[in-house]
Each structure stands twice: as C-alpha cells, then as structure tokens.
C-alpha cells in the first residue's frame, strides 16, 4: 500500500465549477498536511496547509482534514483554467519526513 | 527575500559519472530536503537535513548521498551515475522543525546519457 494515494486523473471541470481533489494516507501518526501545485515544469508551489481536523479556508481553496478516516482533500471554488495544474497531496509521516502522492492532473475548461 | 537556490539548474552527465548539486535554502531555515522527481516515480524522498545532520532518508542506494553545511546551505551528491538517475532533483527549505511548510526550488534537471 503507498503511503499517500491520490487519483492521477486527469480530473476536468468546466470553468467557474467546484473542483475536489483527494487524498489518502496510510500512517495514522501524521501530523501534518500540504497541497502543493505543480504546473508542467516547474517546481512544486505550496498552496494549503492543515494540521487539524476540520477544514481550512484561504481564497477560492479550502483544504479539509479528517484523521480518523486518514482523509485530506482539497476544494476549489469558481475553478479557472489557470488552475489547470497537477495538484500533489503530501504529509509528513512523524520526524523529518514528508511523503508526497503521485499528484492529480486538473484539467479546467474554459 | 530570496527564495530556494538549486545550482546548476541543467546537467548533461555519462554514465559512471558522479554529480553534486547544490541548494540553498530561504535565509533563516535550517532544514533541507531532496526529493528526486520522475514521470514514473512522482516525487521520491531522498533525505532531509537538519542542523547539519541527516534527520530520515528514503528507500535510495548509498550512490546517493548529501551533506548539510553550517551556513544551511546543502549538497547531494550522486556517484556512478545510471541512466535511471535522470530525474529532477528539488529541493525543499523549511524554516521550522518537522512537519512545517517546506518550499522547493526551482530545482536541477539531470540527464545521463
């Protein structure tokens, strides 16, 4: 099992709708949780943060926690076709160590 | 304030070769980590350094190596080069302790040939 799972995608929404990224992690001691953006070549851009359970809202994105089902995801309201990215989820498994998913292409339509 | 600095930020090597790469990191952060991207493999962990110690490191044979220096500034170093090694190799600062924000450079693209 990997220790952090995402769908690759890709994953296409029109412009102006909701786009919702997931992700799964296997360790149960993880404390800490990224979403980054990565466009085609370049380097990873950290977008969100979280910690704790719950969601957390910064702009048009909302990163959501939930340790007990070892889910975290990622929303994106009124999506644009700059989002049009690989979003990749990555958690830091305890110590000086963060594991980052395969990321999930998106895809937004103008 | 100056972000992430990865030198050189293109390389051509043969196989058999070695290579160091450089980063350094955002003023003020003491911890550095390397990550080897691939289409295939995603984002692979190399190793993360703290305070000039080697804190975790992931599942890479020991061609691949890396120091931190006092100043936080970082080498990796990869010995008998393979033509698997071709990859992006980024590096990531933070400026706290584990499980804190990281941000990555701009990193430096490997090719062997």
């Known amino acids: 099992q990997k220790e952090v799972e995402q769908n690759s995608g890709p994953l296409s929404v029109p412009e102006g709708a909701i786009a919702s990224l997931n992700c799964t992690y296997s360790?149960?001691?993880?404390?800490?949780f990224f979403w980054y953006r990565q466009y085609s070549g370049k380097s990873p851009e950290l977008i969100m943060s979280?910690?704790?359970?719950g969601d957390k809202e910064d702009g048009r994105f909302t990163a959501q926690l939930n340790k007990a089902s070892q889910y975290v995801s990622l929303l994106i309201r009124d999506s644009q076709p700059s989002d049009s990215a690989t979003y990749l989820c990555?958690?830091?498994?305890?110590?000086?160590?963060?594991?980052f998913g395969a990321g999930t292409r998106l895809f937004v339509k103008a | 304030k100056a972000g992430v600095t990865q030198t050189p930020r293109y390389l051509i090597k043969t196989r058999g070769q070695q290579v160091t790469l450089s980063c350094s990191p955002i003023?003020?952060?003491?911890?550095v980590s390397w990550y080897q991207q691939t289409p295939g493999q995603g984002l692979q962990f190399l190793f993360e350094?703290?305070?000039?110690?080697?804190?975790n490191k992931g599942n890479f044979p020991g061609r691949f190596s890396g120091r931190q220096f006092s100043n936080s500034r970082s080498e990796m170093n990869v010995s008998t080069l393979e033509l698997g090694d071709s990859a992006l190799y980024l590096c990531?600062?933070?400026?706290?302790?584990?499980?804190?924000?990281?941000?990555f450079g701009q990193g430096t693209r490997l090719t062997v040939v």
């Open positions: 990531a600062s933070r400026g706290g302790r584990e499980g804190t924000e990281a941000f």
């Open positions: 360790d149960r001691v993880s404390q800490s």
């Open positions: 003023s003020g952060h003491r911890s």
């Open positions: 979280i910690y704790s359970n």
């Open positions: 990555a958690v830091n498994t305890g110590g000086f160590k963060t594991i």
């Open positions: 350094y703290f305070s000039e110690t080697q804190r």
